[in-house]
């Protein structure tokens, strides 16, 4: 048996799990790294990375590894998946938590000081004069809509349009922002169960399956149709929201336990046959 270095720790548990499971079917098997790369045509400073939680193998190098050990590749993928999930968002924040350069103030021209602008002429002093006059009157006619608006018993939450001033003519700005329908985010799909049996098997009216692969980040009513066939079988998988989350993982390895199958969390064709029995 080799002797594995241990995984870094801000590895993903999700990451951590795929590369578990492959450091031990390549145990089992007793092919060292070399004889491995000979196999799935990937080299062996590439399986030191990836089962050194270094980098994330590739679809086909799960394949390749699944093949040179004799191995059932559907598990492995549906596992390789989720951890492909996982280790882009990990790279998402990571990248997002980068701290952004600072850009520097911009400074308008009528601010430079008169050394550096030099002496400026009468014409543009009056320009800048009727510009800092337009503006103070559009924001007192905009106070004095707003107070009209107010004392007429209108709504406050809804502020009257700032006015824009554009090429010394005052004019409503068009507002950028949505109601707060439009914005609010829409509601999470609501599922009901109604469990039937159907030729032997049961069902809840979501999903007719039996055979998707199912693990820990996945939606859909799939998901819904695991969740309330755990719930008839006696075990809480949590809400029925269609989200596979850490609860419904745990429900799926109690019921795996209780049907003697492989405890892994992931729901596949030998768990859905348990679920639907």
Not at 157 to 173: I, K
Not at 215 to 230: D, I, W
Request: glycine share 10%.
């Amino acid at each position: 048996m080799s002797r594995w270095a241990a995984l870094p720790a801000e590895l993903d548990p999700r990451v951590r799990q795929l590369v578990v499971r492959l450091r031990r079917l390549k145990d089992h098997s007793g092919l060292s790294l070399r004889q491995l790369a000979a196999r799935t045509g990937y080299s062996q400073k590439s399986w030191e990375r990836y089962l050194g939680g270094r980098s994330l193998p590739p679809r086909e190098a799960v394949e390749g590894l699944a093949r040179a050990v004799d191995e059932e590749p559907t598990r492995l993928l549906a596992l390789h998946e989720v951890a492909a999930e996982a280790w882009r968002n990990g790279r998402r924040e990571a990248s997002a938590g980068e701290p952004e350069r600072e850009r520097e103030p911009l400074v308008a021209p009528e601010s430079l000081s008169a050394e550096a602008t030099g002496p400026r002429s009468p014409g543009r002093s009056l320009r800048v004069a009727l510009v800092a006059g337009a503006v103070a009157l559009v924001l007192a006619l905009s106070t004095a809509v707003l107070l009209v608006v107010r004392l007429s018993g209108g709504d406050p939450a809804q502020p009257a349009s700032p006015l824009v001033v554009t090429g010394g003519q005052s004019s409503p700005a068009v507002s950028e922002s949505m109601p707060p329908s439009a914005s609010a985010s829409p509601p999470a799909p609501a599922y009901t169960c109604r469990s039937e049996r159907v030729d032997g098997h049961w069902y809840a009216g979501l999903s007719r399956t039996r055979d998707a692969i199912l693990a820990n980040g996945h939606a859909g009513p799939e998901v819904a149709e695991a969740q309330c066939l755990l719930r008839r079988a006696g075990i809480s998988p949590g809400a029925v929201d269609g989200i596979f989350g850490p609860v419904t993982e745990r429900a799926v390895r109690q019921v795996q336990r209780r049907a003697g199958l492989v405890v892994d969390g992931i729901i596949g064709p030998h768990t859905w046959k348990a679920l639907r029995q």
